[in-house]
C-alpha cells in the first residue's frame, strides 16, 4: 500500500509565502501531483512532477525528491483566494497493472489579511 | 479543452432507492474514468477505474454490486448508488484520463449525494 502524509492545516498571511510539505511510502513510483480544491467543489491541478527537483509556475512551485520521498509546493505572494485545500497525490503502479494515483487526506491553507 | 461534466451537480434521494451519476468527457476522449468519494473534511478515496468496454476495476472495500459502473463510451462513465443508505451520503467526483494524454487527469464538478 501507500502512506502519504501532509500537515492538516497551515495558516498564513497574505502576500506571504508558504511551503506545503508532503511525505510519501510507496513502491512503484511513477509521480507527485498537487492539487488545489476550494470547499465543495472538484480538485483542480496544479502541478506534477516525475523527476527530482523544482518545477517553478508563476506564483506557485513545487519540488520533489524521490530518495527522499518528499514533495513540497511553495505558494509564493499568497492572495486571499489561495484559502483552499491542498491534495498530495501520488501516482504509482497499481497490483492490477495501471497507474493509480493516490490522494493524501489534504492541507487546509487559511490566507488572512 | 479537457473539460469533464457530471450531472446531477446534487441530489436528494430517499433510503432503498437507486441514484445513477453521470460523467462527461466533453472535448476529449477517455478510455479511462476514476471514480472518488469524498466525505467531509477528508481526501478523496478512489472507488473504482473504469475502463471503457470493459469491467471496472474496484478498490478494496467498495461493493461492486452496489456501486455499479458502466463505461460505455469513451466519452461516458456511469455510477449507480443502488439501494441508497444515509451511509452513502458523500461527494462523488470523476476524473477522466485523456487517450491522447501522459498523466494528467481531469475532474469533473462532483455529485453531492444526500441520502434521506
Known amino acids: 500500500g501507500q502512506n502519504i502524509d501532509q500537515p492538516t492545516e497551515m495558516t498564513a498571511t497574505e502576500g506571504a509565502i508558504v511551503q506545503i510539505n508532503c511525505t510519501y511510502q510507496t513502491s512503484g513510483f511513477n509521480g507527485l501531483f498537487w492539487y488545489q480544491q476550494h470547499a465543495g467543489e472538484a480538485p483542480t491541478f496544479l502541478s506534477y512532477n516525475v523527476l527530482d527537483g523544482l518545477e517553478e509556475k508563476g506564483r506557485f512551485s513545487s519540488f520533489l525528491s524521490r530518495s527522499k520521498g518528499y514533495s513540497y509546493l511553495l505558494l509564493k505572494e499568497l492572495q486571499m483566494k489561495d484559502s483552499a485545500s491542498y491534495l498530495c497525490?501520488?501516482?504509482?503502479?497499481?497490483?492490477?497493472?495501471?497507474?493509480?494515483?493516490?490522494f493524501g487526506r489534504g492541507t487546509s491553507l487559511i490566507v488572512h489579511p | 479543452g479537457a473539460v469533464v461534466s457530471q450531472h446531477p451537480s446534487w441530489v436528494i434521494c430517499k433510503s432503498g432507492t437507486s441514484v445513477k451519476i453521470e460523467c462527461r468527457s466533453l472535448?476529449?476522449?477517455?478510455?479511462?474514468m476514476f471514480w472518488y468519494r469524498q466525505f467531509p473534511k477528508q481526501s478523496l478515496m478512489l472507488m473504482a477505474t473504469s475502463n471503457e468496454g470493459s469491467k471496472a476495476t474496484y478498490e478494496q472495500g467498495v461493493e461492486k454490486d452496489k456501486f455499479l459502473i458502466n463505461h460505455a463510451s469513451l466519452t461516458l462513465s456511469t455510477l449507480t448508488v443502488t439501494s441508497a443508505h444515509p451511509e452513502d451520503s458523500s461527494f462523488y467526483i470523476c476524473?477522466?484520463?485523456?487517450?491522447?494524454?501522459?498523466?494528467?487527469?481531469?475532474f469533473g464538478p462532483g455529485t453531492r449525494l444526500t441520502v434521506t
Open positions: 472535448d476529449f476522449q477517455a478510455t479511462t
Open positions: 497525490a501520488v501516482r504509482a503502479l497499481s497490483s492490477g497493472g495501471s497507474y493509480i494515483p493516490t
Open positions: 476524473s477522466a484520463k485523456n487517450v491522447r494524454g501522459r498523466y494528467e487527469q481531469y
